[in-house]
């Protein structure tokens, strides 16, 4: 049984990788992503991604090593990551209202079973329906807004209602982690699945 380590502390990554049905450990790698720097917005997501993975692999002789990173990039050019207060929550959902984002999930796997490895970043396009500033100051005090990228999470029903509609990577928008990439880099680890709820 090959070893496999998700290098990511999310609950929502934990929950997706869950319900592929495959035994796995979580091994969170924590680096300083401000001081990777690029300025292609989807290729600084990859960078961290494979930083993430690189730092898990360093430390282990044989594992299959899954990461990823997800931020949000407004169509201003406007990175949102995770608000620095509650003001800037509102802020950044005002600014969503009606608008669009692109939602960049860098990935990075690495099985040092096979000595292979692959790095991408999976973009969704999500346009966000028109909310009153009521509803924002609602979604706010209600939901731990502080905790994601872009102040919102649509993995959660109310977070969903948020989007009017997405073009590109379902899981890569909703959990962090594009599946359809990585259950391709599975089969190629001879890994298969066993789907569960």
């Not at 496999?4 to 929502?12: P, Q, T, V, Y």
């Not at 207060?85 to 950044?92: I, R």
């Amino acid at each position: 049984m090959k070893r496999i380590i998700l290098a990511s502390g999310s609950e929502a990554r934990k929950n997706i990788v869950s319900s592929l049905g495959i035994p796995f450990e979580i091994m969170p790698a924590n680096i300083d992503e401000k001081s990777i720097i690029n300025p292609d917005s989807a290729k600084r997501a990859e960078l961290i991604a494979i930083a993430k993975a690189e730092k898990v692999a360093n430390s282990i002789d044989e594992a299959i090593i899954i990461s990823a990173d997800t931020f949000c990039i407004h169509k201003s050019g406007k990175t949102l990551e995770k608000p620095e207060g509650l003001a800037d929550a509102k802020e950044m959902l005002l600014l969503q209202s009606g608008s669009e984002d692109s939602i960049l999930s860098g990935f990075c796997y690495i099985d040092k079973y096979i000595n292979f490895r692959f790095s991408d970043t999976s973009v969704t396009t999500v346009k966000f329906r028109h909310f009153t500033e009521q509803e924002i100051d609602l979604y706010i005090q209600n939901m731990p807004v502080l905790t994601w990228s872009g102040a919102f999470y649509p993995g959660l029903p109310y977070g969903a209602s948020l989007v009017q509609e997405i073009k590109g990577s379902l899981t890569g928008f909703l959990y962090g982690l594009p599946t359809e990439i990585l259950i391709s880099r599975l089969a190629k680890s001879g890994i298969g699945l066993s789907p569960k709820q």
